[in-house]
């Protein structure tokens, strides 16, 4: 199953202006967030939880974020 994630990158961009800085934040590397938003690794349950917290996601909106299916 692949994922739709531009609401994601919007609020990466959004919160910190490229997904490079958004990855450092995160402790991780560029490639390990790229291979996540083109669906070649799935997000851990973890991660995601992590993420929303940088992003300032509420958790009644996470699904809108990482679980919208890509068709």
Do not use: H, T, Y
Not at 10 to 20: D, K
Not at 47 to 64: M, Q, T, Y
Request: include cysteine; glycine fraction near 4%.
């Amino acid at each position: 199953m692949l994922f739709d994630f531009s609401r994601l990158r919007g609020r990466i961009v959004e919160r910190f202006g490229s997904c490079e800085r958004f990855a450092a934040a995160m402790g991780r590397s560029k490639v390990w967030l790229s291979v996540r938003l083109s669906n070649a690794v799935q997000w851990r349950a973890e991660e995601i939880r992590e993420a929303a917290e940088i992003l300032e996601i509420p958790v009644e909106e996470i699904p809108s974020f990482f679980l919208v299916q890509k068709f």
